[in-house]
C-alpha cells in the first residue's frame, strides 16, 4: 500500500509540477509545443535505450530487446498514433490555445474513447456510462462558448462588447485571433479522438502480446524521432529563438524531467490499482492544474467556465464509478 501512496503521490506532484512549466513555456513562446514534444521524445528515448540496449556476447553486436514476438507493425501503429496526439495537443497552444482550456478539453476523452470504443471496438457501456458522457459534453460545450465570448470581450474586437451574446459570436466568425483559436482546437479535438483510438488499440494490444508497460513506452518514443524530420525548420526556428532567452531552457529541463515522472506514476499506478484509479488519479490532478493555472497565471475564467469544467470533472468522476460498478457486477455474477 505504501507503494501505491507513493506512486499516487509522484502521479499527482509529477503531472501537475509538468503543466505548470509547460504554461510556463508556452507563456513565454507559444509555438514552442513541437521543440518541446521533441526534447520530451528524445529524453524518454534516452533512459529508455539504457535498459533496452543490449550487446550480444558472441557478435559483439548491440540490438534492442524485446519482450515475446511483439509485430513490429503493432509498435509502428501505436508510434504513429503517439506522435501525431503528442504534436497536436502541444502545437495547438500556437494557435491562442489557453492551458485551462486544454486541461478541461482533454478532459474529454472520455466522450471520445465511449464513442470510438462503441463504434470501431465492439465495447459495451451502461445507461450511467452514457449519461456521464452526456454530463461531459455539456461542460465542453458551455466551457468552449464561454472561451469564445470572453476572448472576444478581451479582445475589444466586438463592435459593442455590451451586446447580446448571439451578437457577440456572429462578430467571432468574422474575427482572425479567433479563427486561429478555432483551429487550435480542432487540433485538440483531433489529438483527443486520436488518442482515443490509441488507447483501445493499446489495451487490445497489451492483453494480445502481454507487452510491458515501458516497453511499449519506449519504443513509441524512440520510434517516433524520425517523424520528427518533416517538422526540422519549427523546430530549428525556435531553438534559436530560445537563446535569446535562457529562462525558457531550465523551464524546458525542468518540464522533461517532471514529465518522466508524471509518465512514471502514471503507468505505476496503473499497474498497482488498476485503470479507474488511475483516471481518478490523474482527473483529480487536472482539476489541481485548473484552479492553480486560473488562480496562479490569472488566467479569465467566468461563472460559465466554472460551470462547464465542473460538469465535465462531475461526469468524469460518475463515469468512473459506473466504470467499477460495472466490473464489481461482472465479478459477482462469475
Avoid at 223 to 231: D, E, G, N, Q
Avoid at 259 to 277: E, F, I, M, R, T
Wanted: aromatic share 14%.
Amino acid at each position: 500500500m505504501s507503494n501505491a501512496i507513493f506512486y499516487i503521490g509522484l502521479t499527482i506532484g509529477g503531472c501537475f509540477s509538468n503543466s505548470f512549466f509547460l504554461e510556463s513555456v508556452v507563456r513565454l513562446d507559444p509555438g514552442a509545443g513541437v521543440l518541446m514534444t521533441f526534447i520530451q521524445f528524445m529524453y524518454v528515448s534516452v533512459v529508455g535505450l539504457a535498459v533496452y540496449l543490449k550487446r550480444d556476447p558472441d557478435t559483439g553486436h548491440f540490438y534492442l530487446h524485446r519482450k515475446g514476438n511483439t509485430p513490429w507493425r503493432v509498435y509502428i501503429t501505436m508510434t504513429a498514433l503517439y506522435f501525431l496526439t503528442s504534436v497536436l495537443n502541444n502545437w495547438s497552444f500556437t494557435f491562442g490555445v489557453s492551458q485551462p482550456f486544454n486541461l478541461v478539453a482533454r478532459s474529454s476523452q472520455l466522450l471520445a474513447s465511449l464513442v470510438i470504443g462503441y463504434l470501431f471496438f465492439s465495447r459495451k457501456y451502461s445507461r450511467m456510462q452514457i449519461g456521464a458522457v452526456a454530463l461531459v459534453s455539456f461542460g465542453i460545450i458551455v466551457t468552449t462558448l464561454s472561451e469564445i465570448y470572453s476572448k472576444q470581450v478581451m479582445n475589444n474586437s466586438c463592435a459593442d462588447c455590451d451586446a447580446l451574446p448571439t451578437e457577440v459570436f456572429s462578430q467571432v466568425l468574422a474575427d482572425t485571433n479567433t479563427i486561429n483559436w478555432l483551429i487550435g482546437c480542432a487540433m485538440i479535438i483531433s489529438s483527443i479522438c486520436i488518442l482515443a483510438v490509441l488507447g483501445h488499440y493499446q489495451t487490445d494490444a497489451y492483453k494480445n502480446y502481454d507487452i510491458p508497460a515501458e516497453e511499449g513506452l519506449f519504443y513509441t518514443h524512440l520510434m517516433s524521432l524520425p517523424m520528427f524530420v518533416m517538422l526540422v525548420p519549427d523546430l530549428v526556428n525556435h531553438f534559436f529563438m530560445w537563446n535569446n532567452t535562457p529562462i525558457i531552457w531550465i523551464y524546458l529541463v525542468v518540464n522533461v524531467l517532471t514529465q518522466y515522472l508524471c509518465v512514471k506514476g502514471v503507468h505505476n499506478v496503473n499497474k498497482l490499482l488498476g485503470s479507474v484509479a488511475c483516471t481518478l488519479v490523474t482527473t483529480v490532478r487536472k482539476f489541481i492544474s485548473l484552479v492553480f493555472s486560473v488562480i496562479y497565471f490569472q488566467n479569465p475564467f467566468t461563472v460559465a467556465h466554472w460551470v462547464g469544467s465542473i460538469s465535465v470533472f462531475l461526469g468524469a468522476f460518475l463515469y468512473i464509478y459506473a466504470r467499477r460498478e460495472l466490473k464489481l457486477k461482472k465479478i459477482k455474477e462469475q
